[in-house]
Nanobody, 116 residues
Framework: VQLQASGGGLMQPGGSLRLSCAVS????????MGWFRRAPGKERELVAT????????YYVDSVRGRFTVSRDNAKNTVYLQMNSLKPEDTGVYYC??????????WGQGTQVTVSS
């Protein structure tokens, strides 16, 4: 099982980034997926989730309306479109696969820095 997150970088406040999470070694449609982030000096937090079919999504309040999680099961890829970025969005972003109530499979993380 492998998850490879990419797409991070340095962006000015108000800008946009799209993160991708390419998965292999398991059947993506069978798994809900989550995006997490760890901001400097803070605990890791759940940012967004998407069901296996893509029909249900969840967002933490701080990103709702700015971030959009989506998936293309045919491409084995999950995305996180991040718009109107704020400095407090800075952190390492991880994708993870959900099994039951846990996330046993994780990608390596991609750094997002929002700064002018």
């Amino acid at each position: 099982v492998q998850l490879q997150a990419s797409g991070g970088g340095l962006m000015q406040p108000g800008g946009s980034l799209r993160l991708s999470c390419a998965v292999s070694g398991f059947t993506l449609p069978e798994y809900a997926m989550g995006w997490f982030r760890r901001a400097p000096g803070k605990e890791r937090e759940l940012v967004a989730t998407i069901s296996g079919s893509g029909g249900r999504t969840y967002y933490v309040d701080s990103v709702r309306g700015r971030f959009t999680v989506s998936r293309d099961n045919a491409k084995n890829t999950v995305y996180l479109q991040m718009n109107s970025l704020k400095p407090e969005d800075t952190g390492v972003y991880y994708c993870a696969a959900n099994v039951g109530a846990e996330y046993p499979y994780w990608g390596q993380g991609t750094q997002v820095t929002v700064s002018s």
